[in-house]
């Protein structure tokens, strides 16, 4: 079993940066995937950033040029940096890991977008 801890989260002006954290429980060996979806009210959750044991990352569209995700091996951890931020970047954001056939969650945190 693997638990994920999630940080970061906050209230943030437009144009603003946030840095999203996620930490995984225990050591991770072989192939896995982690990254980040996001659910806004009354929306679907949507992937935002993924990365692979690998180092090959995938963007959504709509954040491609704004976000960078990032690994840290030696602390099992996920960054997600989020720049220039807008108001409809607002949501609760959960991270994920992909591994062995299974897909752990993040509790979530919530990023508010408001002037």
């Known amino acids: 079993q693997v638990e994920l801890v999630e940080s970061g989260g906050g209230l943030v002006q437009p144009g603003g940066s946030l840095r999203l954290s996620c930490a995984a429980s225990?050591?991770?060996?072989?192939?896995?995937?982690m990254g980040w979806y996001r659910q806004a009210p009354g929306k679907q959750r949507e992937l935002v950033a993924s990365i692979t044991s690998r180092g090959s990352t995938d963007y959504a569209d709509s954040v491609k040029g704004r976000f960078t995700i990032s690994r840290e091996n030696a602390q099992n951890t996920v960054y997600l940096q989020m720049n220039s931020l807008k108001p409809e970047d607002t949501a609760v954001y959960y991270c994920?890991?992909?591994?062995?056939?299974?897909?752990?969650w993040g509790q979530g945190t919530q990023v508010t977008v408001s002037s």
């Open positions: 994920f890991l992909d591994f062995r056939t299974r897909t752990y």
């Open positions: 225990a050591t991770i060996f072989g192939i896995y995937t």
